[in-house]
């Protein structure tokens, strides 16, 4: 474990990706994520339908930051310098040993490796820093891109659940 202390999210850095924490000045570049359908199908909050929506979340964010159970970062290429989706660690459980990822990724930029790029710095900074020693997606059964891109990074269905895939710390 390195000496990550929840005083602010960390940036974490791919060839291709900066993860950074968002900011309240990325409203408008998360609307173009949040506010689409094709993007939200299978998220857990159906499509924003304005951006006061974002601030809302941006105070449930700063919330669970602050009881250490979730980290969010913006993914922005380094070519463009635009947030063009989110990836976060969160539901961390209370021994710090399980959580689950979300992601989720602007429309124009699905089938380029962004998203399997990014979660693979979240993985490494998941075992790595926190010490977490199960990571969880809950992924709709007709979500088969998403089960697709974490079965790739190595996830395997949770036995008895219909939604969960989990990847386990490597010993």
């Known amino acids: 474990m390195t000496d990550f202390t929840w005083k602010a999210v960390p940036l974490l850095s ?4 900066l993860l950074r924490p968002l900011v309240r ?26 951006e006061a929506a974002l ?17 969010q970062w913006g993914i922005v290429l380094w070519a463009s310098g635009q947030i ?10 209370e021994d710090g040993t399980e959580a689950e990822l979300g992601c989720l990724l602007a429309r124009a930029y699905w089938g380029q490796g962004i998203m399997s790029e990014a979660l693979k710095a979240l993985i490494t900074f998941a075992f790595e820093d926190l010490g977490i020693r199960t990571l969880l997606a809950d992924i709709d059964l007709p979500n088969t891109r998403s089960r697709t891109l974490f079965n790739r990074l190595g996830f395997l269905p949770v036995p008895n659940t219909t939604t969960y895939m989990a990847l386990a710390r490597p010993e």
């Not at 601030?55 to 980290?71: N, R, V, Y």
């Not at 063009?84 to 459980?93: L, R």
């Open 84 to 93: 063009i989706g989110t990836c976060e660690i969160h539901s961390i459980s």
């Open 55 to 71: 601030g809302i979340m941006f105070d449930h964010m700063e919330q669970l930051f602050a009881a250490h159970s979730a980290l």
């Open 14 to 17: 791919t060839s291709r990706l």
């Open 25 to 50: 000045s990325d409203t408008s570049d998360l609307f173009t994520i949040y506010g689409n359908k094709e993007v939200m199908a299978f998220a857990s909050d159906p499509p924003f339908s304005d």
